[in-house]
């Protein structure tokens, strides 16, 4: 039988015990980057000699005593829209082709570092991370690792870093949400997702979308090892985050667990049957489901969060939207260029409207611990049949727009062999709440849902 590729916290685990030195870490992860990513199509940038440098750095300072960090020789991806020093950063676009190598590291890339983790490279992303399906027009995007005959949506804007972790090539990723960009692809690639609260962790040294919104996640396969990186990214103290043990039989045992009355959108018949299921299940572990109703549905909340990223977009980028010839994709400029025709009356009646609204929604989470509600509508579709100028993010900007956090995890399988999300929405700042309930419904289904690819 094939052994699956270790999480992060058993590669911390080993690497931190002797049994694994950060070289050997460093080599099992680039060989996996070898055999998968010619298909996959995820790295867009290796640097294997500077890893295997800083690998073999760590391991000589461990050998004269040093202290191992909580993330001592893990191998992780970063998406390609965060300073590496020493990489290019793309932004999945033609318009960065050429850009000569970072000088200094992101602010969280440094947090990482100084953990111990070594960056193996740069993962796939959208064009300035502004679209949700995860496809890029221009150089191209990742390949779906659950659905190797069709070339399915990988989700986005962090596609790549999706892909690297879901196939097994890394660990962990970095990613980043702004409208959902880390829970979309957890969603339909596969794996777990953490959007965390604006402000929470620095987004220095990222090239911004909207400076409102921006928010850096973890991305992996479990969610203790979501927990693992969220310490490091916030620098708390390690294992803060980390969820406790729970009863097997009944993990939601008196937890209130808040489902729409509305969620303002049919669901496909696949997602429907998992949500449904899932709603049976954490109530059959414990849980007291908790009818909500909001002022609009979670759906009807999305516009108004796509008008903050249309004008941050524009105004951010407004000189490639309007070059000609032009070198972005037609979506994602189409996109910025929708920002320009907001009026500043609209702008500014939409952050009032937000702030009236942030008072109802707060006291809706009095009643509750956490809303949870589909990560998206539907499994992943096939990349050449969706419209690019429909979004997915229907239920994920919400919680950007409220400046709430969330995660997703795969919450179960289709019968075309698909994994479907379902994401946990908590008041900001309670990052740990919804790492905790997220361990709840991973405990209950027998352990994380992984890709049939892992086992290949």
């Excluded at 190598?101 to 502004?130: H, M, S």
Aim: proline share 7%; glycine share 10%.
């Amino acid at each position: 039988m094939p052994t699956l590729p270790l999480t992060l916290e058993d590669t911390a685990q080993k690497t931190r015990s002797g049994a694994l030195s950060a070289e050997q870490s460093v080599n099992e992860a680039l060989a996996r980057i070898e055999q998968t990513n010619s298909k996959l199509k995820a790295f867009v940038h290796l640097d294997k000699d500077r890893a295997h440098l800083e690998a073999r750095h760590l391991d000589r300072l461990a050998a004269l005593g040093s202290p191992k960090g909580p993330l001592f020789g893990v191998p992780l991806a970063i998406k390609d829209i965060i300073h590496v020093a020493g990489m290019p950063t793309g932004g999945g676009s033609l318009t960065r082709k050429g850009t000569a190598p970072e000088a200094r590291d992101a602010e969280v890339v440094q947090r990482l570092k100084n953990a111990g983790a070594i960056i193996i490279g740069k993962v796939a992303t959208v064009e300035y991370a502004f679209g949700g399906w995860g496809s890029n027009e221009t150089i191209g995007a990742p390949v779906n690792p659950w659905d190797l005959t069709r070339d399915r949506v990988p989700g986005g804007s962090s596609s790549g870093s999706g892909v690297s972790v879901a196939s097994g090539m890394v660990p962990g990723a970095l990613g980043s949400d702004t409208g959902g960009s880390i829970r979309l692809p957890s969603s339909f690639s596969g794996m777990v997702g953490l959007k965390t609260t604006a402000g929470l962790i620095p987004t220095t040294g990222v090239l911004p979308l909207s400076d409102m919104l921006d928010t850096i996640g973890p991305m992996t396969r479990t969610v203790r090892d979501a927990a693992i990186l969220f310490d490091v990214l916030t620098e708390r103290a390690e294992g803060t985050s980390l969820p406790a043990q729970q009863s097997q039989s009944k993990p939601f045992e008196g937890k209130r667990i808040g489902i729409p009355e509305d969620l303002g959108i049919t669901l496909h018949p696949h997602t429907e049957a998992i949500w449904q299921d899932t709603m049976r299940r954490i109530k059959d572990a414990g849980a007291i489901l908790v009818p909500v109703r909001f002022p609009k549905s979670l759906a009807d909340y999305a516009a108004p969060c796509g008008m903050f990223l249309a004008v941050d977009g524009y105004r951010n980028y407004r000189g490639l939207a309007e070059e000609e010839p032009n070198r972005l994709g037609e979506a994602v400029r189409r996109r910025m260029l929708s920002g320009k025709s907001v009026s500043a009356v609209d702008y500014i009646e939409n952050i009032l409207s937000r702030d009236r609204n942030k008072t109802v929604i707060a006291q809706v989470f009095e009643g509750i611990d956490a809303l949870m509600t589909p990560t998206t509508a539907f499994p992943a579709p096939i990349l050449r049949e969706h419209s690019e100028h429909d979004s997915p993010a229907v239920f994920t900007r919400f919680a950007n727009y409220f400046e709430l956090a969330a995660i997703s995890l795969p919450a179960g399988v289709t019968s075309e062999g698909l994994p479907v999300g379902m994401q946990f929405v908590v008041p900001g700042f309670k990052e740990s709440r919804a790492l905790d309930l997220a361990y709840r419904l991973e405990l209950s289904l027998g352990g994380p849902i992984l890709c049939p690819l892992l086992k290949a």
